[in-house]
C-alpha cells in the first residue's frame, strides 16, 4: 500500500454536512470522473490483515452514497473534514474513500492510507481505519494532510509511473515511477535530501519510523523518525505540520515548513484549516536531533 500513515505512541464543496454528519451525497451512478469505477471487496483489496467496510464513490470532488459496505459515521465525519481542509477541485483527484477494520500488530498502527487506482495515478483511494480514528480527532486531522499530500505529489504530471526501472530515471525513482525534473517532490529531495542523504533510501522498502530512526537522531530537521524513512514520508509530515500550524521544534524544521509556504497552492490548504479552527495543533512528533 502506497501512502501508508501510521500512528505510533477535511464552505465544503464535497458534501454538506451538519455536526451530526447528515451529509447530502451526489449520485455515484452520475456521469462524472470517478462514477464508473469498481467498488466491490476483490476491487478493494481486503487482505488477511485489512477489511473493507465501506466505501464512496467521489465523483467530480464530490462524495457518492455508499457503493460498498453501510454508512458509516466515522467515515463520514472525515470526508468533512478533509473537504474543509483541501481546496475546491482538489478532490477530484479522489475516485475512492472508504473505511477499514485491521488486524494488525505490534507498535505501528495504520490510521490511514492513499494509494492509485489505476496504473497512471489519474486517480487515488483514501481509506480510514473506522476503530482508530475517533480515538485522537488531531491524529485524523494531521494524518489525512499527511495522506493528501501523497495524492497531489502522486498525480501523473508529478510522476511518470511508465518507467520501469531506475537505471532510467534522472530524477528520483520511489519504486513506482520517476519524478518529473520539475515536480514539487524532487525540489524537496534536491532542497533537503542532498549530500547522499538520498542514496541511502531503498525505495522498494515499506517506509516505518525503524527505518527512519538512525537518520532522525542525526538530523533535527526531521518531525520524527517516520519522516526520516524517505522523502515522501519526510515531505508529508513537514506538510501536515504546515497546514495545522505546529510550533518547529528546531531551525531545520522551520526551514523545512518556510519552503512549503512559498510553493505556489500549499497556503490555501492552511487557511482553510485556520479558518475551520483546527489550528494550531501541539507538536507531538517526536524530536530528531
Not at 116 to 126: E, K
Not at 199 to 212: F, N, R
Not at 276 to 288: E, I, K, M, S, W
Amino acid at each position: 500500500m502506497a501512502g501508508v500513515a501510521v500512528i505510533t505512541m477535511l464552505a465544503i464543496s464535497a458534501c454538506i454536512a451538519s455536526d451530526d454528519n447528515d451529509v447530502s451525497f451526489v449520485s455515484s451512478s452520475r456521469s462524472g470522473f470517478g462514477g464508473d469505477l469498481e467498488c466491490d471487496e476483490a476491487a478493494l483489496g481486503s487482505d488477511d490483515l485489512t477489511s473493507f467496510v465501506v466505501a464512496h464513490r467521489v465523483v467530480d470532488g464530490e462524495l457518492g452514497e455508499a457503493c460498498f459496505g453501510e454508512r458509516n459515521e466515522v467515515v463520514l465525519d472525515a470526508w468533512s473534514k478533509l473537504a474543509e481542509i483541501t481546496p475546491p477541485g482538489q478532490l477530484g483527484d479522489l475516485g475512492l474513500f472508504g473505511g477499514f477494520t485491521s488486524d494488525e500488530g505490534g507498535d505501528e498502527v495504520t490510521l490511514a492510507f492513499v494509494n492509485t487506482i489505476d496504473d497512471d495515478g489519474t486517480l487515488f483511494r483514501m481509506s480510514i481505519n473506522v476503530e482508530e480514528a475517533d480515538i485522537d480527532p488531531d491524529e485524523l486531522l494531521l494524518t489525512m494532510a499527511h495522506e493528501f499530500s501523497h495524492v497531489f505529489t502522486g498525480v501523473s504530471t508529478q510522476i511518470d509511473r511508465s518507467s520501469d526501472s531506475d537505471e532510467s530515471c534522472q530524477t528520483y525513482f520511489n519504486g513506482e515511477g520517476c519524478y518529473a525534473p520539475d515536480s514539487l517532490m524532487y525540489s524537496w529531495i534536491e532542497q533537503f535530501w542532498g549530500n547522499g542523504l538520498i542514496d541511502e533510501i531503498d525505495a522498494d522498502a515499506d517506509p516505518t519510523a525503524g527505518s527512519g530512526q538512525d537518520r532522525c537522531d542525526s538530523s533535527p530537521g526531521f518531525f520524527g523518525a517516520y519522516a526520516a524513512s524517505g522523502p515522501e514520508e519526510d515531505f508529508a509530515e513537514s506538510f501536515s505540520a504546515y497546514v495545522f500550524e505546529l510550533q518547529a521544534d528546531t531551525d531545520a524544521q522551520q526551514d523545512k515548513l518556510d519552503w512549503i509556504d512559498g510553493q505556489p497552492g500549499l497556503a490555501e490548504f492552511r487557511n482553510r484549516a485556520i479558518a475551520a479552527g483546527y489550528t494550531p495543533l501541539q507538536n507531538n512528533f517526536d524530536r530528531c536531533g
